[in-house]
């Protein structure tokens, strides 16, 4: 199951500065469970976008945004918006935004962070990875993850050890800063490389033991935890 | 102010050289090392556990050439330690006398012979060189003061000119300014149109560029650098002679070659990075050559 917090109304809004026309994509499988997605959450989003002088040129639902194929079809239906869109929120977990964003040619803006995302079914990643680092960067490289796609997760650009476009790390394996700079050279947003937090912070990483308790943890963890597990833990919440 | 800043703020052409320290702790090799070129370069860089492999620590080595009033250059990667060792490190070193210290990320751990071990990498190059900047002004990464600060870290750091794409690196390169970096010294480099090339994009920074070189002792090792150092391209140019060149001539053909290349990117740069790599007996012979 993923785990998903929506980022702060301030920081997607500094995000989307740029950015006038904005076509809402989201994920109608997990992010659905854990409240941070679904047709509810892009109603939410298309009236704060609204409020604050953005224009919505559109949206889709699409279970499930980590398959690639699927998000590549089901967007193309919507080309006529897409067309007079700057950028594309996508509802999702990382992995999500990764296949969104390998399948426009606009730039796509996470609208969540990812705490985790292990197990359940409705994950099918093709080669994105999320780390779950709770921070999510996608936005400035290109839709391209850092954590996962750079060997030493840099978050400061390439290394000395790219070579041919190829990590240090293993012969055959894309360097991830290499993709990222190509990325935004493509989308003429190579300015984002000094946009980039410097530092990051691994307490984000942990997952917050608030997250982890509510019944958007994992569906097993309802099993798992007996009836009076809950029960105490709801008297106490009460108390 | 560390002599190395002295001499490039007054424009002197500079050089510096290098040693790296061994894994153990007989020391008779390396001081060996630095008896050949102590008298010719300003200051001497001490790799930190170079190529991910294990040795003596930089900083223990740059501390005996404290003793021993010669300048280290200390080199500090992101691989092995993360902000609270890297930021204690620092004070160490200057608490000890050490000025300069060149910012790395540090090739990842599978490369050298710890494969296993945890690649850290809490810091990168860059924001290693912000760590030094704040601490400079008397706060560590945190935002906390320090007691007595060590407000003179000349702080360096290293750019690649052959690298694809070179764009990447300049905009790295300024990334690195922004963050504090005073000096460059340069990945090897072997072909002064590529070198530059790449000055005419860099010197708009008007922050010193030494330029880096190791000294290729044979074309077995110029096709090794050319096949498995990022960023180095041998040309065949040089390789050839080196071939030619029989084993007791590969010296000096090697020391002329390098010479020549020197003397080329001479007016282009601000100084020169010598990597003897084992070499260092030849190292006054190639400067005399280049009246250096
Ligand atoms: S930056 Fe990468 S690891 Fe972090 S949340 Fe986004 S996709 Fe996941
Ligand atoms: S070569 Fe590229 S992917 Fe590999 S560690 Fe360096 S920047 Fe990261």
Known sequence: MVVNIPKPDKELFNMLDEYKGIFIVACGGCPVGCDSGGMERVKELEGLLVKNQKKVTGNALIDFLCNKALVGSRLASHIEPLRNTDAVLVVSCGIGVQATASMIDLPAIPANDTLSSQGMQGLWPSSERCAGCGTCYLALTGGICPITTCSKSLLNGMCGGQHDGKCEVEESRDCGWYLIFNRLKELGKLDNLKKIPMLRDYRKLDVPDKERTTTRWALEKTEVYSETVWKQAEEKKEA | ?292
């Open chain 2, 1 to 292: 102010m560390s002599r190395l800043q002295e001499s490039l703020k007054k424009g002197t052409f500079t050089i510096t050289g290098e040693i790296g320290p061994p894994k153990g702790v007989d020391l008779t090799h390396c001081w060996g090392e630095v008896e050949y070129i102590k008298d010719r370069v300003v200051a001497i860089n001490v790799t930190d556990n170079q190529s991910s492999v294990m040795r003596i620590s930089s900083q223990s080595i740059c501390s005996l050439l404290v003793q021993k009033k010669l300048e280290p250059i200390l080199q500090i990667t992101c691989r092995d330690r993360n902000r609270l060792a890297i930021q204690g490190d620092i004070l160490g070193a200057y608490a000890q006398g050490i000025r300069n210290i060149l910012a790395l990320t540090g090739d990842h751990t599978t490369a050298g012979d710890h494969p296993g071990s945890k690649p850290v990498f809490d810091l990168d190059s860059v924001s290693l060189l912000t760590a030094m900047s704040t601490m400079k002004d008397g706060k560590d990464l945190a935002g906390q003061e320090l007691e007595g600060v060590p407000s003179d870290i000349f702080c360096g750091a290293i750019v690649t000119p052959g690298a694809d794409p070179v764009e990447m690196q300049l905009i790295k390169m300024e990334r690195k300014i922004e963050a504090g970096a005073q000096f460059f010294q340069t990945q090897a480099i072997y072909d002064p149109k590529v070198f530059e090339a790449f000055m005419k994009g860099a010197s708009r920074f008007k922050v010193p560029v030494l330029c880096g070189i190791v000294i290729i002792k044979s074309a077995g090792m110029a096709n090794y650098m050319n096949n498995f150092v990022p960023g180095v391209i041998v040309p065949d140019g040089m390789i050839q002679p080196l071939k030619d060149a029989s084993k007791e001539d590969r010296p000096k053909k090697s020391i002329e070659l390098m010479a020549e290349f020197i003397r080329e990117i001479r007016p282009m740069c601000q100084g020169l990075h010598i990597m003897a790599m084992g070499w260092e007996k030849y190292v006054p012979e190639l400067l005399d050559m280049c009246e250096l």
